[in-house]
């Protein structure tokens, strides 16, 4: 999607970005963005509060609490999505192939991801 919605708003952004922290997507605050993101992720309550400033004055509050809404619940969905067994169109298929193979986005696992982002581990 990130793909699409990029070249209809006349760019390519670099999807490599999704994986490699030292990558710029070629998103306007992309930087901010991550950073933000990043610290909802790992819960760190107090870097949310003063990025969201931040973010808000380049990005507008709205923008702000939609870039918010999608850090939190990006996890939950893509399991739901997984749980319910959501098909992908073959024409998703062939494009998703692609983009995960070049992404490397195959070599992360659930079980990885859980015991860093879970908050009931020890």
């Not at 760190?44 to 709205?62: K, P």
């Not at 999505?81 to 983009?99: F, K, M, V």
Request: without cysteine; negative net charge.
């Amino acid at each position: 999607m990130l793909r699409v919605s990029s070249q209809s708003e006349g760019f390519d952004a670099n999807l490599n970005a999704v994986t490699l922290d030292d990558v710029d997507s070629g998103i306007l605050h992309s930087s901010l963005l991550r950073q933000l993101t990043e610290a909802t992720i790992e819960m760190r309550w107090d870097d949310v509060a003063s990025l969201r400033s931040e973010v808000s004055n380049a990005i507008g509050s709205q923008s702000t609490v939609d870039a918010l809404a999608v850090a939190s619940g990006f996890n939950g969905i893509t399991r739901v999505a997984d749980a319910t067994g959501i098909p992908i169109d073959s024409y998703e298929d062939d494009l998703g192939r692609e983009i995960r193979s070049s992404i490397g986005i195959n070599e992360f696992h659930y079980s990885a991801k859980s015991s860093r982002y879970d908050p009931v581990q020890p």
